[in-house]
């Protein structure tokens, strides 16, 4: 018995996505491109602009975090058939974009880094006529697109880049709850480690604010990030030729997602994971979650020092619906409160404070004097959004800003 429950549990975890859920249908196919561009590490996919016949006036975007290649179709889908047709509006201005994608999402951002310096010196090559770029990405390729930037001013070449925009990415960091990283560990005993594939991976430990190493880790800063933040300040932190725009999924007037401090998110009564549940973080020493069930236990996963990270202003990821929607689908009784929590905090997507204290992940940046900020203008969401999803009021605040 305790065998077959075992071998459910390890099918559970293979099935346990990240940023998205794994084995969802896939996304409507996009529209054929007027150019592929094969890449070191990865591949661009070149869409002229309406009544264009060539590069012109080009716009580049890379993809953000998850495991596994791109897929195009579903970033075509997520920008054009969402909240706001996004692409269409590009083209209709008579932009080129250029969406480059990676061979392996989860792969350090230094090394996926080489695949944006190729795509953005090809795309100069081809382009028609003198216009600046914009460059810039999605979560994790804000980042990936930032450092190739500025390394390639260190190296005293022209990128032709009038703007870097970075759509709600994690300059201070991002936040997955401790809890949820101790289970990726805990589920790893089964045999099975995608879910700690993916938490575990070079880009999640270089762009998580804490990181927890093991069932009965200290929560720190991962020695990966450490380095990039090292690199990264080598190569001067930021590009220094461009105007740099950044974008915010979350709020800007210190109101949260709504998620409570030590408030239970999910909870499993079983036959797998019997005794296991996660908790709204809190300040102070504060219990995380318990894990419990036929792999052992029960664990107790406890921080202290933290803010209530959870529920802070931010860009939200379904990260306690993903895992419990498949711990669902393997037969465990599962009740989820919150499906959603904080991934990219407000202040972390504007790079304008850290995460470690309560009032700044809680600040009221409509407030905050705007040269506080790294950034030479942002904005910041109506409301706490699901992260880097593309809505009218985010879009139309970027195509405003597109470079002459």
């Not at 596994?68 to 008579?94: C, H, K, M, Q």
């Not at 990030?225 to 709020?251: A, D, N, Y």
């Not at 996660?278 to 029960?298: R, T």
């Not at 809680?362 to 593309?390: F, T």
Request: aromatic share 6%.
């Amino acid at each position: 018995m305790a065998d077959s429950r075992t071998e459910t549990a390890r099918k559970a975890a293979g099935s346990i996505g990240l940023v998205t859920a794994l084995g969802r249908p896939a996304a409507p196919q996009a529209p054929a491109a007027d150019e592929e561009w094969q890449l070191p590490g990865g591949s661009a996919r070149v869409y002229y602009g309406q009544g264009e016949t060539g590069v012109v006036r080009p716009v580049i975007l890379a993809d953000g975090f998850n495991l596994g290649p791109t897929d195009f179709d579903r970033l075509w889908d997520g920008l054009e058939n969402g909240r706001y047709p996004f692409v269409s509006e590009l083209r209709r201005r008579a932009r080129t974009l250029v969406l480059v994608g990676f061979d392996e999402r989860s792969e350090s951002i230094l090394r996926n880094s080489e695949t944006v310096t190729a795509a953005i010196l090809r795309t100069s090559a081809e382009q028609l006529g003198d216009n600046r770029l914009l460059v810039g990405g999605f979560s994790m390729g804000g980042l990936v697109t930032r450092y190739a930037l500025a390394k390639l001013e260190t190296q005293r070449m022209d990128h032709r880049t009038g703007v870097h925009l970075s759509f709600d990415s994690p300059h201070r960091g991002a936040w997955v709850p401790l809890g949820l990283q101790a289970f990726a560990h805990y589920l790893a005993q089964t045999g099975d480690d995608t879910y700690l594939r993916q938490i575990g991976s070079p880009a999640a430990q270089q762009t998580l604010w804490r990181y927890l190493d093991g069932v009965k880790g200290t929560p720190q800063e991962s020695p990966l990030r450490t380095e990039f933040k090292k690199e990264l300040q080598r190569v001067g932190s930021w590009p220094r030729i461009p105007r740099l725009l950044g974008v915010s999924s979350g709020r800007g007037d210190g109101v949260g997602n709504g998620v409570r401090a030590g408030e239970k998110a999910l909870t499993c009564a079983g036959p797998l994971f019997d005794g296991t549940y996660f908790l709204g973080q809190s300040q102070g020493d504060a219990e995380a979650a318990v894990l419990s069930g036929v792999l052992g236990g029960p664990h107790a996963i406890t921080t202290s020092g933290m803010a209530e990270l959870d529920g802070a202003p931010g860009g939200t990821l379904e990260a306690f619906g993903i895992l419990g929607d498949a711990l669902a689908a393997s037969g465990e009784s599962v009740d989820t409160a919150h499906r959603s929590v904080c991934f990219v905090p407000s202040v972390s997507a504007v790079a304008i404070r850290d995460l470690d204290r309560q009032e700044d992940l809680y600040a009221n940046l409509d407030e905050l004097p705007p040269d506080e900020s790294e950034l030479d203008d942002y904005v910041l969401s109506g409301s706490n959004d699901p992260h880097a999803g593309m809505t009218a009021e985010l879009g139309e605040w970027v195509l405003d800003r597109l470079p002459d």
